[in-house]
């Protein structure tokens, strides 16, 4: 092997189950930090001869026993780490953490390996990842951009594949908007999915731990092991790490309506952008605009009243006392909040409280969002010009995303025509990170893009997939609860997972029903002779939400069961005879999707 191999988790497995020893993992790791030469990415490495004696306790290769078994990892310096300093990007607030952060264990428990502390924006306050008393990191692309933050160093060694993956952390878009300057995938899970107990706060409210990486399986690998409530933790919750598998056909997809789309000049970003939601009508998903006006109207209360309160009360003792220890920008925004009272606190969760109620409809008409990552790039020299005012523009498409506990995920959608990435972030409401990592895999995948700044290409198989639990029940969908049809929401709100689409065996007729609202079909069971196969979508839900779905099917449906053409049989939707008086027997075409689809079309010509 060769300083060659590639580190995503699937490949460097594959080469130690082929006897590549991990000795020479770490040793490909220094020499890969020798020759990117930037001293900005890392704040504290860890001993190579220490590295080498914990690789050796790891024991006989078991990626089962141990999903993360020898591989390398950076954890950003707001998040301790036993044996390493934590400083949050300022020296003289450095200390000894005397354990691990939870999520750190929980990693080192599954065989991965620290390789170091990375560099930040300090106390995470900026999108730049240029606020920092050490080295700037180089964006990994292009030198003169800015990296990103505040989780500059953790993107940037993972976009040059020294480390497989790395933690930041995710209060306004740090774990987002890094990844999209730097071509890689940044995963921000659902606040409270991963423990933030050993993380110095920035928003306590509002904070995540986000794991960057060089494709999605592998974010959702380190998510599947960290995602584990913690009980020391008040604001942990349990976020199990299910969803990441078959993606419905059609996804019903919010994004910025044209007239609410701000990229700050950046034609090129926009142009991009438009070119990705492209991609995703021609996957078969349905782009459906929305008023943004409310989203930006949220995201610019993160850095008014409360929550620059909230980040002052974080470090309150040691500012007070140590002002003059803070970066100048960082300084300025703290100091700020010295003026506040507890009455621009409660205004501030009042307006919050006002604009989550505004936008609860727009968030319920779609099953995600998509969202440039950041509304444009820019370079070292503009932040040196307009520093506060640039790192807010980055923040248009992220500062509003954890205020309304949603998840997401920032993944890489090619490469604009002057050579710079492109990007977008898929958000969705707290719980269903498993889809949008599912929708982010099938995007990168169709990209074909090569991984970060390494020229690795993307990897063939995956290396995590969705995990049938026990106790599930699989529900044959027929009319208005297919995926992107106008009940298909109900399904998503129990957390049913879509598990494949499929014919029913030719005994069916399938009729158009009069006097339903919205317009549904009804399945009934005829003769052998004289049914026709109808395409339908198998979900899967628990036993608790099947019972509370049925409770609340109206009549003339229920629910029966259905036998499919491979044989097999699921519950599923039938209709009553009696319902069938007037309507419309559709059975040639062959499903409901296809009949709507066709009225559509004749509409649209008239």
Request: glycine share 10%; proline share 7%; hydrophobic share 45%.
């Amino acid at each position: 092997m060769t300083d060659n191999q590639p580190f995503d988790i699937g490949s460097l497995h594959a080469a130690y189950a082929a006897g590549w020893p991990v000795s020479e993992m770490i040793e490909t790791v220094f020499a890969r930090i020798e020759t990117v030469a930037d001293p900005g990415i890392f704040l504290y490495l860890a001993d190579r001869l220490a590295l080498l004696a914990e690789a050796a306790k790891l024991g006989p290769f078991d990626p089962v026993a141990s999903p993360l078994w020898g591989i390398p990892f950076a954890v950003k310096d707001n998040i301790d780490v036993w044996g390493m300093p934590t400083t949050a990007g300022c020296p003289d607030y450095s200390y000894m953490p005397e354990k691990d952060a939870t999520v750190v264990r929980l990693l080192k428990a599954a065989g991965a390996i620290v390789i170091g502390k990375t560099n930040l924006d300090q106390f995470a306050t900026g999108l730049v990842g240029v606020r920092s008393p050490y080295p700037i990191p180089r964006n990994a692309i292009d030198p003169s951009l800015v990296p990103g933050g505040s989780s500059s160093g953790s993107a940037v060694a993972t976009a040059h594949g020294i480390v497989s993956f790395a933690l930041g952390t995710d209060t306004a878009g740090s774990g987002r908007v890094p990844a999209g300057l730097n071509n890689i995938v940044g995963l921000k899970p659902t606040v409270g999915a991963l423990s933030t107990t050993g993380v110095i706060p920035a928003c306590r409210t509002l904070d995540c731990v986000s794991i960057f990486a060089l494709t999605v399986d592998d974010a959702w690998s380190v998510f599947s092991v960290a995602a584990e409530q913690d009980h020391t933790d008040a604001y942990s919750k349990s976020i199990p790490a299910t969803g990441y598998g078959p993606l419905p056909p059609v996804l019903r997809i919010g994004v910025p309506a044209k007239g609410d789309r701000q990229f700050f000049g950046d034609s090129v970003m926009e142009t991009a952008y438009a070119a990705s939601l492209d991609m995703l009508a021609g996957l078969g998903h349905r782009i459906v605009e929305v008023p943004f006006s409310d989203f930006y109207a949220t995201a610019n209360l993160l850095y008014e009243g409360a929550w620059v309160a909230e980040r002052y009360a974080a470090v309150k003792d040691f500012f007070d006392t140590n002002e003059a220890s803070f970066h100048p920008v960082t300084r300025k925004i703290y100091a700020a909040a010295k003026s506040l009272s507890a009455a621009d606190a409660f205004n501030g969760l009042y307006a919050l409280q006002a604009l989550k109620q505004k936008v609860a409809p727009l968030m319920a008409s779609v099953d995600l969002f998509c969202v440039p990552t950041a509304p444009r790039h820019y370079t070292r020299a503009d932040l040196d010009a307009e520093p506060i005012r640039e790192n807010s523009r980055l923040g248009t498409y992220t500062n509003f995303v954890n205020l309304l506990d949603m998840c997401g995920i920032a993944v890489p959608t090619g490469i604009r025509n002057d050579g710079l990435p492109a990007s977008v972030t898929l958000l969705a409401t707290s719980g269903k990170d498993g889809l949008t990592a599912a929708l982010a895999a099938n995007i990168h995948k169709k990209t074909g893009l090569t991984l970060g700044a390494t020229g690795w290409a993307q990897p063939v198989t995956n290396t995590a997939a969705e995990v049938n639990e026990p106790g599930m029940i699989d529900l044959v969908v027929v009319g208005a609860h297919l995926s992107g049809m106008p009940l298909n929401g109900q399904l998503m709100d129990l957390k049913a997972r879509f598990v494949r689409t499929a014919t029913t065996a030719p005994v069916y007729r399938l009729f158009s029903l009069v006097g339903q609202t919205p317009a549904k079909p009804g399945l009934i069971r005829c003769s052998d002779d004289e049914g026709a196969m109808i395409a339908v979508e198998v979900w899967r839900l628990s036993a608790a939400a099947f019972g509370q779905f049925v409770a609340a099917i109206p009549p003339p449906l229920s629910i029966g069961t259905i036998k499919l053409s491979d044989g097999s049989h699921a519950k599923g939707f039938l209709v009553e005879a009696a319902g069938l008086e007037n309507a419309t027997d559709i059975s040639d075409y062959g499903g409901w999707r296809a009949f709507i689809d066709n009225i559509a079309a004749c509409r649209s010509s008239g």
